[in-house]
């Protein structure tokens, strides 16, 4: 119990702990990466918003045409280790001549178009490149192409010239969670540009500040994702008339010419976003399943256009809220009622922290869910909970919890120390 | 036939304002539009009416800007609906699965294999030589084979294309002389304009090209007597190495891919004889 002449005290001391909490709650969330332990909660909080409760908003099938490019490779040799090209050095790269028949066809679709998207890094040079950079060139500021950016901060920027964002995100134990919309300070990443590009969005940033600014909001810099499309939603429709998501192989489109009529062919165009990337070799693990990398690239986009990327008032207001609930329970030294048979289970001093953490961490996960399920954003909440057991076992050791708990002792204590 | 059972799915209730075309990608059984029979790449107009001669028939179509759609009497379970389910079984039952942690390389003893499908695209383009069967490991976990998947061969001929279900034994795709048999007669190889290779799911129609080849089937004795010459004139060759070292670079120029293991029994029958 506190002594009422140090209640203003603790108070204090909860909100300045709860005001830390939300400050460590902002930087984790601007770290690149995150921790893996959180995709459990991740994982299973979207599955009960989205796969149980059916509380799962997607975007329109009809604006976006997703095209697989895993069906279209050619081998072209490589370089050995004298650094010539030889070819007992093969690689396999996107077979360009195809994929310049396809820019043809939606350069004769141009104006039906509303974007164009290739997640394919051009990294190596091939005998078709001159022909594709025309069909680039035609393409103008529709088009957006890839760039990398590797551990050692090396930058791979595509062999044909054409405009390019950084494709790249940070990740634990290959686990992606986030994506980062700045890379090395300086370099936007693709679902930023797209953002930029697609819905005009302002993006501004110095050096030093906390927070980046899109359209005057202050943003995250690397918000988790919400898998808004995942490989569930690609689906057979049984339902005529209903659109549904579909990959569609880039050689089926290219052989439609030949029995599709100019209409049909148009419709395959009109009004969408075109994503073009390998659906089958460029895969990544997420909390759900593997799902390729342009999938990623859509949901970080979409986080971005539904705005979950930003910081909004009510939010801070609600996680405030919450760490000073978790601050005052510390500090005020509030003991929830445990069931009996609980505590009996073990008698050892493990088994009784682990009851005493129990709440505590029912009380996180609350948070977590709620912030999901009313704020559509996840949180790092997990590492949270060693950080308050640190500030329980400290609070148990100062003289102000000393004072209330053991008033006669302490005062002795106290005598005799002075 | 006649025990065909005849279904009517009229779809003119669940049309949209706007007329929507689809395209036949594949077709199960016999499904009808309209009174004619459905073929792939016909286009089928929203209002059309669908008979199914059974209940397993289906028509796998595509709508440009629409999607993919199965039109079948039978009702599809869905998947959405399912994957909390699924994801809480993964979280008490992880799926298992058995992971290799050395590279194969091929031997004489353990057989021919393509460590990926870019192997396999690889070898089943161009031309490819069939000197007897010849038994291809397949591509570690690529492919699914079951009833429902599996492999099948698209012999082009002149007036028509002759489609045959490619076999599997023991993960082993089996190119056989049998691909030539057709009602008792075997087809000279100067009528097989073109042999496409294909992986087929027939739940949902799609398939997927593996390559595209000539076949071309020499006379065995005629191949034998061929290597028998180069291996006399390779004053040097070892006969341990006479075979990747001689014999597969020269049946890759004349004749195309070739299965080392089946050239390798053919040497060894020179070697017996």
């Given amino acids: 119990m506190i002594r009422p002449k140090n209640k203003w005290i603790v108070w204090g001391i909860s909100i300045f702990n709860a005001l830390l909490m939300l400050a460590f709650s902002l930087y984790w969330l601007n770290l690149p990466y995150t921790f893996g332990d959180e995709a459990f909660l991740i994982k299973w909080s979207s599955l009960l918003k989205k796969s149980l409760l059916q509380i799962d908003p997607k975007p329109n099938p009809e604006e976006v045409l997703f095209v697989d490019v895993s069906g279209n490779k050619a081998v072209i040799d490589g370089v050995d280790e004298f650094g010539d090209k030889s070819p007992y050095n093969r690689i396999v790269i996107t077979d360009r001549e195809q994929l310049s028949q396809f820019f043809s066809l939606l350069n004769r679709y141009r104006h039906e178009v509303r974007f164009v998207l290739c997640d394919v890094l051009f990294a190596e040079s091939s005998p078709a490149d001159s022909l594709l950079q025309v069909k680039v060139d035609s393409l103008g500021d529709k088009l957006l192409g890839v760039s990398h950016l590797n551990k050692s901060g090396k930058h791979t920027r595509p062999v044909i010239r054409m405009p390019y964002a950084v494709s790249t995100y940070n990740a634990t134990q290959g686990l992606f969670l986030k994506y980062p919309l700045m890379l090395s300070d300086s370099l936007k990443t693709l679902p930023l540009v797209m953002y930029e590009k697609l819905n005009g969005a302002r993006f501004e940033y110095q050096k030093g500040w906390l927070f980046y600014q899109i359209n005057g909001r202050r943003s995250l810099h690397a918000p988790i994702i919400d898998f808004k499309l995942r490989q569930s939603d690609f689906k057979v429709g049984q339902t005529m008339g209903e659109a549904n998501f579909a990959v569609w192989p880039m050689g089926t489109i290219l052989e439609s010419q030949e029995f599709m009529d100019e209409e049909s062919m148009r419709a395959f165009f009109k009004g969408k976003l075109v994503v073009i990337g390998d659906f089958v070799n460029d895969m990544h693990r997420t909390p759900f399943e593997k799902l390729p990398g342009l999938v990623l690239l859509y949901n970080a986009y979409l986080t971005l256009v539904s705005g979950e990327n930003a910081l909004s008032s009510w939010w801070l207001a609600f996680l405030f809220a919450g760490y000073l609930l978790l601050s005052y329970r510390i500090f005020f030294d509030l003991q929830v009622i445990k069931p009996a048979w609980l505590v009996k289970v073990s008698r050892s001093k493990f088994w009784q922290a682990v009851v005493n953490t129990a709440d505590e961490l029912t009380i996180l996960t609350v948070i977590t869910f709620l912030s999901y399920f009313i704020f559509h954003r996840h949180i790092n909440i997990l590492i949270l909970l060693i950080y308050l057991k640190i500030v329980e076992y400290l609070w148990k050791k100062t003289p102000v919890y000393l004072q209330g708990k053991m008033p006669q002792m302490f005062k002795r204590k106290h005598r005799v120390t002075s | ?273």
């Avoid at chain 2, 023991?170 to 057709?182: A, E, K, M, Q």
């Avoid at chain 2, 100067?190 to 593996?210: F, H, N, P």
């Fill in chain 2, 1 to 273: 036939m006649r025990n065909a059972l005849f279904l009517f799915v009229l779809l003119v209730s669940c049309l949209p304002a706007i007329s929507q075309s689809y395209f036949v990608v594949s077709v199960k059984d016999s499904v009808m539009v309209d009174g004619r029979l459905l073929q792939k790449r016909d286009k089928i107009e929203s209002d059309a009416k669908i008979h199914f001669s059974s209940k397993e028939a289906f028509a796998y179509v595509m709508s440009p800007g629409k999607g993919y759609y199965i039109l079948s009497p039978k009702k599809m379970k869905s998947r959405v609906a399912r994957e909390f389910v699924l994801s809480l079984k993964e979280a008490l039952l992880p799926p298992d699965d058995f992971y290799a942690t050395s590279v194969r390389t091929f031997s004489e003893e353990e057989g021919f294999s393509f460590p990926t499908v870019y192997e396999m695209q690889a070898f089943f383009r161009g031309k490819v030589l069939l000197v007897g069967e010849a038994a291809f490991k397949l591509p570690p976990d690529a492919f699914v084979l079951d009833e429902a998947h599996y492999f099948s061969f698209e012999l082009e001929l002149s007036d028509g294309v002759i489609i045959k279900r490619g076999p599997v034994k023991d993960g082993n795709l089996i190119v056989s002389d049998s691909l030539r048999y057709i009602g008792g007669h075997v087809l000279d190889p100067a009528v097989i304009k073109s042999v496409r290779l294909l992986y087929r799911d027939q739940t949902t129609g799609v398939a997927q090209q593996i390559g595209v080849f000539q076949l071309v089937c020499p006379d065995r004795q005629l191949v034998a007597d061929e290597l028998q010459q180069l291996y006399q004139s390779q004053s040097n060759a070892r006969p341990h190495s006479f075979l990747h070292d001689h014999a597969m670079p020269y049946l890759q120029t004349c004749y195309g891919n070739a299965h080392p293991l089946v050239i390798a029994g053919i040497i060894e029958e020179m070697g017996n004889q």
